[in-house]
């Protein structure tokens, strides 16, 4: 469950920030964006991001840290990067990092690309043995995947609901099915207008266990739905606002800071 929530760009890393191209000579433009977690209305977790778009290139950092009382039953520490390029119609990395503790445990996973093909992975540490029922991931499913961490995020003039994600976290690929619902006001600090709401379905590709819990749960959600925000200076939709149905009840994330 845990890889298949960075696969959705986590319903936490998913929530990230923002960029857009600029004419060639004009300075480096850096947007905060910053997201509460809740689930039942209870915190859970809050994360930070900062994008810089300088021309064509862009770089993406970001921090997520779990809340107080999460704490009390596992302590949750990540950062993550990735850095690539803007083109038409979505942001295409180069690289992605993500580092992160779940109490004791430490994890570390890397990815390259070149033109939407993943070059190389690593995790630290390695995954444990493939059980009987696993999916395996074959060469040609990475030719033109997306990272957890930029692929929520579209240029304007492109579509934002109908597309199709494929997503690749490192073991896990994917697809994130949006379709257009309805346009919602939304206001956040820094932000104040219409919000594009898409539903979203979760169809898994590969790299997955068949009969795991966590993924017949995410392959049955009714009314997972992401809400887009255009960030006006830079010419760009981003998340602003998640909900992902869950056994316990919802998890939603929302913008507390949109490029303020």
């Keep these: 469950m845990k ?32 997201y509460r977690v809740s689930l039942i209305g209870l ?23 779990s809340s107080a009382l999460s704490d009390l039953f596992s302590k949750v520490r990540g950062n993550a990067r990735v850095s690539g390029s803007v083109t038409k119609d979505k942001l295409e990395a180069s690289e992605f990092l993500v580092t992160y503790t779940t109490g004791a445990k430490k994890h570390r996973t890397r990815i390259t690309f070149k033109n939407g093909a993943v070059r190389s992975t690593s995790n630290e540490p ?38 199709s994600l494929p997503i690749f976290d490192g073991e896990t690929l994917a697809t994130l099915h949006l379709t257009p619902k309805s346009v919602r ?28 819990s966590g993924i017949k749960h995410l392959r049955g959600l009714k009314g997972m739905e992401v809400w887009f925000a255009k960030h006006e200076r830079v010419g760009l ?18 913008a507390t800071r949109f490029g303020a």
């Design 126 to 163: 390695e995954r444990k043995a493939k059980a009987a029922d696993w999916v395996p991931l074959i060469e040609d499913d990475l030719l033109a995947v997306l990272d957890p961490l930029s692929s929520l995020v579209f240029p304007a003039g492109s579509a934002v609901c109908s597309r």
């Design 237 to 254: 939709y981003a998340p602003v606002y998640a909900k992902v149905p869950t056994k316990l009840g919802p998890v939603i994330v929302a």
């Design 3 to 34: 890889r298949i929530t960075m696969g959705l760009s986590g319903a936490l890393m998913m929530m990230m920030t923002i960029g857009m191209s600029q004419p060639a000579d004009a300075e480096p433009v850096q947007v905060h964006t910053d």
């Design 185 to 212: 006001p939304f206001r956040t600090k820094g932000f104040k207008g219409d919000a594009i709401v898409c539903t979203v379905r979760f169809e898994p590709n590969s790299g997955y266990r068949k009969n795991s």
């Design 43 to 65: 915190p859970v977790a809050s994360a930070k991001f900062v994008t810089e778009v300088d021309g064509k290139s862009y770089k993406i950092s970001g921090e997520l840290r």
